[in-house]
């Protein structure tokens, strides 16, 4: 069955400190792993994207990497601000060789920045 | 440039009644998708359309019509709703199948 599972289910750390995000998946055939951002009350926005041939990706303090013979991806978070505080989402893309790629979301990782 | 708009933002229904989310787009995007989001659970795909005209089942899409009419609009219907059906609501787009996916601010639904 696919799945996509993320550690931990919530986190709070300090302002200014750095934190690793976890993701493990099952899905196959992989296409690519995202990462997505979502604030309280809003929809998700993608941070990065993988494909099976990239091993790390990065957008300012955030930096994914993937694993694929582990199926296992990371998102660390660098010099945490309080406008981190959000859920993180681990989105796996199956091709089918439909028309488009199956996505299965994970549960997201709950992140709290505190001063 | 609005992206991704939804309407309502928020709703209450009695068990029975019916409803219409309206989705839209102005990124030009083919493809759009409904989705729910519940508590401890990644967002589930409702039905997504990859173009005017056409629509497609999802992984969850019983209790739920959708129709896509025009290009930059994509209506989900709950005929009959029942409390099962309480979720936030997302829509999405993106240029092709293998893009990335823009989500609208969702709509959250309570059904009593």
């Known amino acids: 069955k696919n799945q996509v599972e993320q550690s931990p289910q919530s986190l709070i750390i300090l302002e200014g400190k750095n934190c690793t995000l976890q993701c493990n998946y099952t899905v196959s055939p992989f296409s690519n792993l995202r990462w997505y951002k979502q604030d309280t009350g809003r929809g998700p926005v993608s941070l990065t994207i993988m494909t099976f041939s990239e091993n790390t990706k990065s957008n300012g303090r955030y930096t994914a990497t993937l694993d694929a013979d582990t199926k296992q991806s990371s998102l660390h978070i660098t010099a945490s601000q309080l406008s981190d505080s959000a859920s993180y989402i681990c989105v796996v893309s199956s091709n089918l060789k439909t028309s488009y790629d199956k996505v299965i979301f994970g549960p997201g990782t709950s992140l709290s920045v505190i001063p | 440039n609005a992206g991704v708009t939804q309407t309502p933002k928020f709703r209450v229904l009695k068990t029975g009644q019916s409803m219409t989310l309206l989705c839209a787009q102005d990124?030009?995007?083919?493809?759009m998708y409904w989705y729910r989001q519940d508590p401890g659970m990644g967002l589930r795909l409702i039905h997504y359309s990859v173009g005017e005209g056409t629509t497609a089942k999802g992984e969850v899409p019983d209790g739920y019509n959708v129709s896509r009419l025009k290009k930059q609009n994509f209506l989900l219907g709950l005929e009959s709703a029942a409390p099962s059906q309480t979720s936030v609501y997302f829509c999405?787009?993106?240029?092709?199948?293998?893009?990335?996916?823009?989500f609208g601010p969702g709509t959250r639904l309570l059904v009593l």
């Open positions: 999405a787009s993106s240029y092709g199948g293998f893009e990335t996916q823009y």
């Open positions: 990124m030009n995007h083919e493809y």
